[in-house]
């Protein structure tokens, strides 16, 4: 099983530019979400979602959209890159209630310049 | 606001030591994760808690949570070089359970 898929690994954008992190799961998981991770500050949720077309924010939501079309894709778009959005983002997805915990890709690191 | 908060954030140690991290919050939660994360990696799940007082034990390492679920603990025995990484724990409050919040994580390195 491939898990949670995560591309780019690396990806430099200049300020303004806009980009789509790309998230897959084949495990057939309800639950998916964004996290963005930065130095002391753990993970923190970007956007979240329960299903198939039902999205909701998380705690830093700003500059940042998500669409939930089929149950395995979850991509997050950054509509105008900030350097504020310098980070390594992560994808994870869990099954449904009780969440159990979530499996995690491995990453993408984005810089803006 | 940090609505869970991990202590300490860092942590060196000698192989063997014994150490506590701490995970806490004014809130309730329907259940209770932690994590480890390598560099350059995902974070990794280590166990799950959902009922208030449970105890769970992984090899060395003791898990525990709060009897109101508001707090746990992860106690490492004889801890190796191997231990060494980023401590996470997180929380899914009632519900609400799809949105699951991180504490800030705790550094630990155990030094040979």
């Known amino acids: 099983n491939a898990g949670v898929t995560q591309t780019p690994k690396f990806q430099v954008l200049k300020t303004g530019q806009s980009m789509t992190l790309q998230c897959a799961q084949d495990?057939?998981?309800?639950?998916m979400s964004w996290y963005r991770q930065d130095p002391g500050m753990g993970l923190r949720l970007i956007h979240y979602s329960v299903g198939a077309g039902i999205t909701d924010q998380g705690e830093v939501p700003n500059g940042y959209n998500v669409s939930r079309s089929t149950t395995e894709d979850f991509p997050l778009r950054l509509l105008s890159a900030a350097p504020s959005q310098t980070s390594v983002y992560f994808c994870?997805?869990?099954?449904?209630?009780?969440?159990?915990?979530?499996?995690f890709g491995s990453g993408t690191r984005l810089t803006v310049v | 606001t940090q609505l869970l908060k991990q202590s300490p954030q860092f942590l060196s140690i000698q192989e063997g030591e014994n150490l506590t991290v701490y995970c806490n919050s004014s809130s309730v939660f329907s259940s209770l994760q932690w994590y480890r994360q390598e560099p350059g990696e995902g974070p990794v799940l280590l166990v799950t808690?959902?009922?208030?007082?449970e105890v769970k034990k992984l090899k060395r390492l003791t898990f525990q949570f709060g009897d109101a679920r508001k707090d746990s603990s992860l106690h490492i025995t004889a801890a190796q070089p191997g231990d060494t990484g980023l401590y996470l724990c997180?929380?899914?409050?009632?519900?609400?359970?799809?949105?699951?919040?991180f504490g800030q994580g705790t550094t630990l390195q155990v030094k040979p």
């Open positions: 495990m057939n998981h309800e639950y």
């Open positions: 994870a997805s869990s099954y449904s209630k009780p969440l159990w915990g979530y499996t």
């Open positions: 997180a929380g899914a409050r009632p519900g609400n359970t799809g949105k699951l919040i």
């Open positions: 808690v959902v009922t208030g007082g």
